[in-house]
């Protein structure tokens, strides 16, 4: 049962243009949400995140957007550079689980995204 | 800053061994995380702890798995006996404070077992 899905196994963007990742979750109690980024050999940094009561949150160049009533969020890069070329995970948290006030994070699956110059 | 450091980065093994990794959190930071990254299952969370104790294992796939956090800052896993299966990459990941708090994660162990 995978909670949380992201469907595009990969994406390629032109160096300049937007990349639009996307993330679906079934589980409604999740309430917080985030994005790693992951090159190889390395661990996931984390990049950005966003809480239930918000619909937007922006860091410089990206730009997460959550639609809770369909379970969806997306992570915008603008304007996107080679740099940027690695693997998201979309992840989301569940404050109530097990009873305590820090929800274990579950990932989707990752998308990798190569900015071509 | 120093972050948060996994040893070994690989770790190749013959069947039936015992596997040690080890993690050292960010100083601070009271949570500390275990997660393996296979093609089947992407990243998957194995076991926490919050000052120390360990909070849940449920992600922890069977009794050859192990979870130790002696101090705020060293924990293990250990495998006894490793099997095939076993092989993927095992990353520690370590947060600050009750809420909302971004995980910081090592950089793996690539361990395989042969």
Known sequence: DQQVKQNSPSLSVQEGRISILNCDYTNSMFDYFLWYKKYPAEGPTFLISISSIKDKNEDGRFTVFLNKSAKHLSLHIVPSQPGDSAVYFCAASDKTTGGTSYGKLTFGQGTILTVHP | ?114
């Open chain 2, 1 to 114: 800053d120093a972050g948060v450091i996994q040893s070994p980065r690989h770790e190749v093994t013959e069947m039936g061994q015992e596997v040690t990794l080890r993690c050292k959190p960010i100083s601070g930071h009271d949570y500390l995380f275990w997660y393996r990254q296979t093609m089947m299952r992407g990243l998957e969370l194995l076991i926490y702890f919050n000052n120390n104790v360990p909070i849940d294992d449920s992600g922890m796939p069977e009794d050859r798995f192990s979870a130790k956090m002696p101090n705020a800052s060293f924990s293990t896993l250990k495998i006894q006996p490793s099997e095939p299966r076993d092989s993927a990459v095992y990353f520690c990941a370590s947060s600050w404070g009750s809420s909302n708090q971004p995980q910081h994660f090592g950089d793996g162990t690539r361990l395989s077992i042969l």
